[in-house]
C-alpha cells in the first residue's frame, strides 16, 4: 500500500504525497498494478500544469526575445514557477487575490533586499538569516500564508545568490511584477471551482447530531444510534481538522472562530455523551434541567444552520433564562443525599452543555459574519483566555496577527524551531555558495530547500531522493538534446511539454520523479538562454548534491528527533498551564479569589503550541515512535483539563463573594485539597511525559474519586442541610468527573516517556 506522506515543515517546496517503497513498486509493476512512479490523475494539478504551460513560456518569450532583458528573464521565469507552481492558494477567487497580492508585495522586498547583500559573501548569509526566519514564520499565521512561504523565498534566494550590480533591481522587479501579474490572472481564470469547506460541513454535522440527542434525551425518545451518530460525528470532526500538516484555519476572524466551533463541538460531545450515559430517558428529571438542556439542543441546531449558510431564527434569551431557572432549583433541593447528588450531577452536566452550546453559537455568527461587533470582542476575550472584566481588544488586526505570533515565538514551539533551522540551513548553503564559486549558486540553496525535513533521517532519505531524481533529470535532459540538439526552434517547441510535466508532478508523483522533471526543464530553458548542452544537467547536479549535504549537517545538528521530541515538552507545557488554570478556577468558583483567572492565558497558548507540535509529528515521514492513539489521548486529557477549568470558572456562581468563606473552612478545604492533588498529578503527569531523564518515569496513579474524604458534594455527606451552596456541588462534579477521565491517561503517559529515553537514531 502507499504511504500517505505529508510534510510539516516550512522547509520543503515539493510536498510528496505518495512515498512507495522499492519493494512495493516493483510488486506493484510485477502483478499488473500502476507502478509506483506514474502520477496520479488531479484536476487541481492538471489546472496548475496547464496555468505555468500558458503563463511561464509566454513570458520567456516576451523577456528574452521581445524586450531583450537578460534579470527581466530570468526573474519573469522563475518568478511564473514560483507563483503557479511552489504556490497554490485556497478559498474563494477573492482569498486567492488577495493572498496573491500578498506574495507580490513580499517578493517585491525580499528581491529587493537580496539583491542589495548578494556582491558580499558574509553579508548575505547574515541578512538570510533574519529574512529567511520571518518568511518560515509567518506561516503559521494561515494555510495560505503557509502556502506562499516557498514562492517568497525562491525570490529571495535567487537575487541572493545571483551577485549583481543595484541597477539590477529595476529589471528584476520588472520581470517579477509581470510573473505576479500574470500568474494572478492565470489563477483567477484557470482555476477549478472550490470544494465547498469540509470542515465547516463537518461541523454543522456534529452540531446536527449533538442537537438531535439531547432533543430526543428529553422527549424520552433517545436511542443508542444517537449516541452512535454523537461520537462519529466527533471522531470525523477531529479527523478533518487534524489531517494537515497545518491548522485549516488562519489569522482571520471567521477563521478563528471556526477553530473554536470545532473546539467547542468536541467538547460538547463529550460532556453530552457523560451527562447521558445510562440515562436516555430524561423524562423524569426537573423540569428547568431539561428546559435547559432542550434550550442548549436549540443553540446547537442553530449553530448548525448558521454553518450551512442558513439564516436561522434565534432565541439566546431562551437559554440565559433557562440557566438561571436551573440554578435557581439548585437552592431548594432537599431530601436524600443520593437525590440530591443525581439532581446535582445533571445539573452540573446541563450548565457545562449550555456554556458550550452558547459559545459555540456565538462563534458560528462570527464564522458565518453575522455577530455584533460587541459579541465578536466579547469572543476574543475567551479565545484569548482574559476574563469577561478584561478591558476589550480593540486592537488593529495587524497587532491581532503580532499577538497570535508572539505565542509560537518559544522553544517549545514548532514553527519557532523549524524557522530556525530553516533558516540557518538557507544562509549556511548561501555561504557555501559564495565561497565554493560554484557557476549558479542559487541551486545550491535550492537544493537544500528541496530536501530539509523536520528529522534527520527523513533528511537523509529525502536527499537521496533529490539527487536521484536530479540524475535521471540529467540524463533524461541529455539524452533529449542528443535527439533534438540545441536548435532554438526545436527547444522553444519541447518547452511547453516539459513544463507541464515539471508542474504537474508536485503532489501527484513521487519526489524523486518531480526533481527529475524539474532538471530537465531548467536544461531546457537554460539551453534557450546560453546554449550550453548537456553539461548545464551536470553542474545542477553538483549543486543539488552541495544543498543536500548542507541540508543533512543542519538537519542532525538542530533537530535530530524531529517533532517528537517537542510534543512531549508541549503536551508538559500544556498539562502545567492546565493545572494552574483549574486551580485559580475553583478559588474564583467558590469564592476564594477576588480575581479572575490570569493563568487561562498561558493554558490557551500552550494548546495552541501542543496543535502544531502534533500536526507536525503526525505529518512526518517514517516510522512514529510515539502510538497515535496514546498522543491523542495525551492530548485530549489537556483539552478537557483546561476546558474543565473554563467551565468551573464559568459557572453562575464564579465569583459570587457573598458566598466566600475562610480558608478554615472544612469543606471548602477539602475541595481545595482535591484540587491541590489534582493540579500535582498534572505537574508530576507533566514531569513524566517531558523532556527524558537518565531512567524512565514511575507511572503516574491518580487515585479513584470515591471514598470518604472525597467532597462529592457538601450537601452529600450526612444529610441536606435546608440551605447549601449549589456551586460546591457543582465544582465538586466537575472534579469527579476530571479525576475519573485522569484514570485513562496514566498508561498513554508510560508509554510516551518510555518512548523519549530512546535516543534519537533508534
Known sequence: ??????????????????????????????????????????????????????????????????????????????????????????????????????????????????????????????????VTFAIFFAGVASPNAQAGVLGALLVYILPACSPAAVSTIGPRLAGWWLASAAGTVAVLLLSPKPPGNKLRARAAQTATALAAYLDAAVGGTATAEHREAVTTGRHELKTTFASGPIRPTGLATTDQALANVVELLQWAATLTCDALDGHLDLTHAAAPDRELLAA???????????LRGQDPSLDVDRLRNARAASAALQQTLAGDPA????????????????????????????????????L????????????????????????????????????????????????????????????????HGFWVALGTLSVLRTTAASTGSTA???????????????????????????????????????????????????????????????????????????????????????????GAAFWPRGAAAIVGDDLADAFRQGGRYLTQAVDWALGLRRRPPESAVAAVNAGARLDEALRAYLAEQGTKRLPSEDLWALIMGTTRLRLTAYAVASLPASGNHEYARPDSDPDLTAFRRQTADLASFYDRLAAQVG????????????????????????????????????????????????????????????????????????
Open 1 to 130: 500500500m502507499a504511504e500517505t506522506v505529508k510534510d510539516p515543515s516550512p522547509a520543503g517546496p515539493l510536498r510528496e504525497r505518495q512515498h512507495v517503497p522499492w519493494h512495493t513498486r516493483w510488486r506493484l509493476t510485477r502483478t499488473g498494478a500502476r507502478p509506483g512512479w506514474l502520477p496520479t490523475w488531479s484536476v487541481p494539478a492538471a489546472m496548475r500544469a496547464v496555468r505555468a504551460t500558458l503563463v511561464m513560456p509566454s513570458l520567456f518569450a516576451l523577456t528574452d526575445k521581445v524586450i531583450g532583458d537578460p534579470q527581466m528573464t530570468l526573474f519573469a521565469v522563475f518568478g511564473s514557477f514560483a507563483t503557479l507552481v511552489l504556490v497554490s492558494f485556497g478559498g474563494t477567487r477573492r482569498n486567492k487575490a488577495v493572498a496573491h497580492l500578498g506574495l507580490a508585495l513580499t517578493g517585491s522586498a525580499v528581491l529587493t533586499i537580496g539583491t542589495l547583500v548578494s556582491n558580499t559573501a558574509w553579508l548575505a548569509a547574515l541578512v538570510t538569516i533574519p
Open 296 to 306: 442548549a439542543a436549540g443553540q446547537l441546531a442553530a449553530s448548525a444552520a448558521l
Open 339 to 374: 437525590d440530591v447528588r443525581a439532581a446535582a450531577a445533571l445539573a452540573a452536566h446541563a450548565q457545562s452543555i449550555a456554556l458550550a452550546a452558547q459559545a459555540t453559537l456565538a462563534d458560528a455568527l462570527i464564522t458565518s459574519g453575522k455577530a455584533s461587533p460587541e
Open 376 to 439: 465578536v470582542e466579547a469572543e476574543r476575550r475567551r479565545w484569548y483566555g482574559l476574563p469577561d472584566g478584561a478591558p476589550p481588544r480593540r486592537a488593529s488586526g495587524l497587532a491581532r496577527s503580532a499577538g497570535f505570533l508572539a505565542r509560537h515565538a518559544s522553544l517549545r514551539s514548532v514553527w519557532f524551531r523549524n524557522s530556525a533551522r530553516g533558516s540557518v540551513a538557507i544562509a549556511a548553503a548561501v555561504a557555501v555558495a559564495s565561497l565554493s564559486g560554484v557557476q
Open 464 to 554: 537521496f531522493r533529490a539527487l536521484l531524481g536530479t540524475a535521471v533529470g540529467f540524463v533524461a535532459g541529455a539524452l533529449l538534446l542528443l535527439a533534438i540538439g540545441t536548435g532554438p526552434a526545436a527547444l522553444w517547441t519541447v518547452l511547453p511539454f516539459a513544463v507541464f510535466i515539471a508542474a504537474y508532478a508536485p503532489g501527484t508523483a513521487p519526489f524523486a520523479v518531480g526533481q527529475a522533471a524539474f532538471t530537465v526543464t531548467i536544461v531546457v530553458i537554460f539551453n534557450l538562454l546560453a546554449p550550453a548542452g548537456w553539461q548545464v544537467g551536470l553542474l545542477r547536479i553538483e549543486d543539488v548534491a552541495i544543498g543536500c549535504a548542507v541540508s543533512l549537517v543542519v
Open 691 to 762: 523532556p527524558p531523564g537518565h531512567a524512565p518515569a514511575p507511572l503516574e496513579v491518580l487515585p479513584a474519586p470515591d471514598g470518604p474524604d472525597y467532597p462529592s458534594g457538601v450537601a452529600c455527606r450526612n444529610d441536606t442541610p435546608p440551605h447549601y451552596r449549589p456551586d460546591m456541588l457543582w465544582v465538586g462534579e466537575h472534579l469527579y468527573h476530571l479525576a475519573e477521565r485522569g484514570q485513562a491517561i496514566t498508561e498513554p503517559a508510560e508509554k510516551v516517556a518510555e518512548a523519549r529515553q530512546l535516543p534519537w537514531w533508534r
